[in-house]
C-alpha cells in the first residue's frame, strides 16, 4: 500500500475529546457552578464527568439515592462533608468518594473557603438532572428541596428518608 493510500483511508477510531480550561458546557446552581467536561457523547454514554465549584457554606441536595448509576466525586480543593446514612465523613483535596447505586448520600461545604470537586456519572444520564435543575431556576422556579426530588425523580433517583 503507498503512503498517500494509508493516509487518506477513512479514520475508525473514535475522535479524540480534548476540553481546555476555558471550555465546556457551564452549569450555574445558585452559588454552585459546574463545568460539564464529558458530557457522554464522547464515551458511547457510559461515563460523564464535571467540575464543580462549591461556594462556602453550601448546602447540598436532599439525601438520596440513585437506582441505575454510580456517582464518584474527586476533591480537587476544600473539603467537602459526605453524609451517607447516618454517617459523616470530611473529604480533603486528594480524596475520592465512590456512591455506588443504591447508596444514600448526600455533601455540602461547610467551609467559610470554596471546594472544588471533579464528579463522574456511570452512566452518563444523571447529567440532565444539573441542567433540568438550571432550566427551572432560569425559569424563576425556586429550587426547593421537592423540586430538587422532583427532579431528581426523572433519573431514577430517589429521597433517602430511612437509610438502608
Known sequence: MTEEARTSEPQTDPAVSVVG?????????GTTHMRVLEDGSHTGHRLAIAESVLAPRTQGPPQHRHAQHDEGFYILSGTVRFTVGDDDYDATTGTL???PPRTPHTFANLTDQPAVLL??????LYLQYFRDLQEALADGRPLT?????????LYATEPATNHT
Open 97 to 99: 468518594v465512590m456512591v
Open 21 to 29: 480550561p476555558g471550555d465546556g458546557e457551564t452549569i450555574a446552581l
Open 119 to 124: 464528579s463522574t456519572f456511570t452512566p452518563d
Open 145 to 153: 428541596p421537592q423540586a430538587t426530588l422532583d427532579a431528581m425523580s
